[in-house]
Nanobody
Framework: QVQLVESGGGLVQAGGSLRLSCAAS????????MGWYRQAPGKQRELVAN???????NYADSVQGRFTISRDNAKNTAYLQMNSLKPEDTAVYYC????????????????WGQGTLVTVSS
C-alpha cells in the first residue's frame, strides 16, 4: 500500500510564501516523477510543477519564477516552495506521483494525495 501525505497548506497574504511537502510512504522501490497539481473552485485541475528522479523540472507558466519544486529521493518526498503568492494561486493542491515501482515490483502508473488547501488573501 502506497500513500501520499501532504502538508504545508494554509492561509497567507498576497506576496507571502508557503512550502508544501508530499511524502510517499509504503514499500517503494523507485518513483519516476513527483509533482503538484491544483484545482481552484469551478476550474479544471492543472499541473503546477513536477520533477523527475533525475532532477528535471517542469513548471506552469503562471508559476514560473515564483515556485520551486524539489525532491529528496532518499525520503521519497517532494517540496513545493511558493513565493510571491497571488490570490489566483488559491486552490486545493494535490500531490501526484507517476511511475512508482514497489519493492514487490508492482508498477503504479499514478498515485494522488488527498489535497491541501492554499488560500491567498488580497
Amino acid at each position: 500500500q502506497v500513500q501520499l501525505v501532504e502538508s504545508g497548506g494554509g492561509l497567507v497574504q498576497a506576496g507571502g510564501s508557503l512550502r508544501l511537502s508530499c511524502a510517499a510512504s509504503g514499500s517503494i522501490f523507485s518513483i519516476n516523477t513527483m509533482g503538484w497539481y491544483r484545482q481552484a473552485p469551478g476550474k479544471q485541475r492543472e499541473l503546477v510543477a513536477n520533477i523527475t528522479s533525475g532532477g528535471s523540472t517542469n513548471y506552469a507558466d503562471s508559476v514560473q519564477g515564483r515556485f520551486t519544486i524539489s525532491r529528496d529521493n532518499a525520503k521519497n518526498t517532494a517540496y513545493l516552495q511558493m513565493n510571491s503568492l497571488k490570490p489566483e494561486d488559491t486552490a486545493v493542491y494535490y500531490c501526484n506521483v507517476g511511475g512508482l515501482l514497489t519493492r514487490a515490483y508492482r508498477y503504479l502508473k499514478e498515485v494522488w494525495g488527498q489535497g491541501t488547501l492554499v488560500t491567498v488573501s488580497s
